[in-house]
Nanobody, 125 residues
Framework: QVQLVESGGGLVQAGGSVRLSCAAS????????MGWFRQAPGKERDFVAA????????YLADSVKGRFTISRDNAKNTVYLQMNSLKPEETALYYC??????????????????WGQGTQVTVSS
């Protein structure tokens, strides 16, 4: 069993920055991949970013390339999402997720076994 706890969300003005953290615990932690998704009210859960745990390879949704950065600290079992130049339409609940094994598409939420409770990011115009 893996527990994920996100933090760092809040209210920010358009153009501002937020850094999200996701700390993992609960078992010998060596996943294949950790990712971030977001979900706005009434919309589907969308892929934002992911990082491979061993080599640190990163994947970003096209809409956030050049503005968001994903990183991890293996010693702390923590993944981060640095979000810059935020837009009001990026207001959403941001979720951290863990995939234990490769196989499914990186952006497929169904391929992730564990999820955090989410942290709200609100971008005001």
């Amino acid at each position: 069993q893996v527990q994920l706890v996100e933090s760092g969300g809040g209210l920010v003005q358009a153009g501002g920055s937020v850094r999200l953290s996701c700390a993992a615990s609960g078992r010998t932690f060596s996943p294949y991949l950790m990712g971030w998704f977001r979900q706005a009210p009434g919309k589907e859960r969308d892929f934002v970013a992911a990082i491979t745990w061993s080599l640190g390879g990163t994947y970003l949704a096209d809409s956030v390339k050049g503005r968001f950065t994903i990183s991890r600290d293996n010693a702390k079992n923590t993944v981060y999402l640095q979000m810059n130049s935020l837009k009001p339409e990026e207001t959403a609940l941001y979720y951290c997720a863990v995939r234990l094994f490769p196989g499914a598409l990186i952006g497929d939420p169904g391929g992730y076994e564990y999820w955090g409770q989410g942290t709200q990011v609100t971008v005001s115009s």
